[in-house]
């Protein structure tokens, strides 16, 4: 299983992608400067505490060292998906000297790339998604999930989250 709230590492070791397994695919040099845009817009299922722990996690890693197994300088407006499955994940661009992530509603604009790479991505377990399987096993089936429940305005530390779920695993409400 693919655990981006751990350290992971975007390898090129496969040239025959599993495009429904976990990978990434990286759009590289920017040919124009996205003056077309498409917008997206849909209901919105709203974001768990996990992936927004996940997402900060991510930006940190991106933003702070080199994920890749290769030597790697992002440029203006490169593009990085990473994928749980075929159309299911994170999409990022690299705006003002940083990575970003993208809203997947809203405006976007439309890169034309010159290259692109792409791979799998290795990951190691967190202890955050280790804790919430053992919390997943214990919760009774009418108890709502204090991941799921709906928290989105709420900012929390996968210190503290880690702690609520230890402490429903230890039988405490």
């Given at each position: 299983?693919?655990?981006?709230?751990?350290?992971?590492?975007?390898?090129?070791?496969?040239a025959?992608?599993?495009?429904?397994k976990?990978?990434?695919?990286?759009?590289?040099?920017?040919?124009?400067?996205g003056e077309?845009?498409?917008?997206t817009?849909?209901?919105?299922?709203?974001?768990?505490?996990?992936?927004?722990?996940?997402?900060?996690?991510?930006?940190?890693r991106?933003?702070?060292?080199?994920?890749?197994?290769?030597?790697y300088?992002?440029?203006?407006?490169?593009?990085?998906?990473?994928?749980y499955e075929?159309?299911?994940?994170?999409?990022?661009?690299?705006?003002?000297?940083?990575?970003?992530?993208?809203?997947?509603?809203?405006?976007?604009?439309?890169?034309?790339h010159?290259?692109?790479?792409?791979g799998?991505i290795?990951?190691?377990?967190s202890?955050?998604?280790?804790?919430?399987?053992?919390?997943?096993?214990?919760?009774?089936?009418?108890?709502m999930?204090?991941?799921?429940?709906?928290?989105?305005?709420?900012?929390?530390?996968?210190?503290?989250?880690?702690?609520?779920?230890?402490?429903?695993?230890?039988?405490?409400k």
């Amino acid at each position: 299983m693919c655990d981006l709230n751990g350290p992971f590492k975007l390898c090129t070791c496969s040239a025959d992608i599993d495009y429904s397994k976990p990978h990434w695919i990286l759009h590289m040099n920017s040919a124009n400067d996205g003056e077309e845009v498409v917008v997206t817009i849909g209901l919105m299922k709203p974001i768990n505490l996990i992936d927004k722990i996940e997402r900060r996690k991510v930006l940190r890693r991106l933003n702070t060292i080199n994920v890749f197994d290769f030597d790697y300088s992002p440029s203006e407006n490169d593009q990085l998906e990473l994928n749980y499955e075929e159309d299911y994940g994170y999409k990022f661009t690299f705006k003002k000297g940083k990575w970003v992530f993208e809203e997947w509603h809203g405006e976007h604009p439309i890169f034309e790339h010159q290259n692109t790479k792409e791979g799998l991505i290795e990951s190691l377990p967190s202890k955050l998604k280790e804790v919430y399987k053992r919390y997943l096993d214990i919760i009774e089936e009418e108890e709502m999930d204090i991941v799921q429940c709906g928290w989105t305005n709420l900012r929390m530390s996968e210190k503290k989250l880690i702690e609520l779920l230890e402490k429903r695993i230890k039988g405490k409400k």
